[in-house]
């Protein structure tokens, strides 16, 4: 799932996500008081425009060039959001830096010393908020018809148990969606992870 692979599914079609933000983020974003988000993965943007319409200021970040240059046309030149062109598997966002760190749906691959994904943890500001969303595995379709191997990436239960002492774990369960599962999709459960960092 590189960069190529999500240009390919971006130029394949005029919009690939409905452009509502995620029900999941919504539920659980809602009451938060706004400061500096990073939305890791943001695609068409629908989750970051939701986020600074709601007062926050928001890094969104996606590998696919096509998917910002549709979120930015779709921001209408809101200052509130920085469209950011990154693969943060290989590049490290700034350490203490967001209030909120949201990853929806985002394919984080499994490496050995977890340094990708420490690196998101790291970005979370003492008293800030990690948001981690993934679809119930249990719904996948067999990885041959996938195309990949969903044991390859995070889970969030799997980020719950590497958390440390410097974090509460607030929410970490399955499921019902809040909301249609995307066209061409059955997933009707989400696993997710909602954790505060102390310090």
């Known amino acids: 799932m590189d960069e190529k692979f999500w240009d390919d599914r971006y130029g394949g079609t005029d919009q690939l996500f409905s452009g509502e933000p ?10 938060l008081p706004p400061g500096q988000a990073l939305d890791v993965g943001c695609g068409e943007g629908g989750d970051a425009l939701w986020l600074a319409r709601h007062g926050w200021h928001v890094t969104a970040v996606d590998i696919s060039r096509d998917a910002l240059e549709r979120a930015a046309r ?23 830096a967001f209030d ?20 998101l943890l790291a970005a979370v500001a003492p008293g ?36 440390g002492d410097d974090w509460v774990v607030e929410v970490d369960e399955t499921r019902p969606r809040t909301a249609p599962a995307p066209a061409g999709t059955h997933h009707t459960r989400d696993t997710v992870l909602r954790a505060r960092r102390l310090r």
């Open 22 to 31: 995620n029900g999941v983020l919504v539920t659980e974003v809602t009451g």
């Open 74 to 96: 779709a921001a209408g030149g809101t200052e509130a959001v920085a469209w950011t062109r990154a693969d943060l598997t290989a590049t490290a966002p700034p350490a203490g």
């Open 100 to 119: 909120l760190v949201s990853v929806q749906y985002f394919p984080l691959p499994r490496r050995p010393g977890h340094t990708a994904l420490r690196r």
């Open 128 to 163: 800030g908020t990690l948001l981690f969303v993934s679809h119930d595995l249990a719904e996948l379709p067999p990885r041959e018809e996938l195309g990949v191997d969903p044991s390859d990436y995070y889970e969030p239960h799997e980020v719950a148990g590497l958390l």
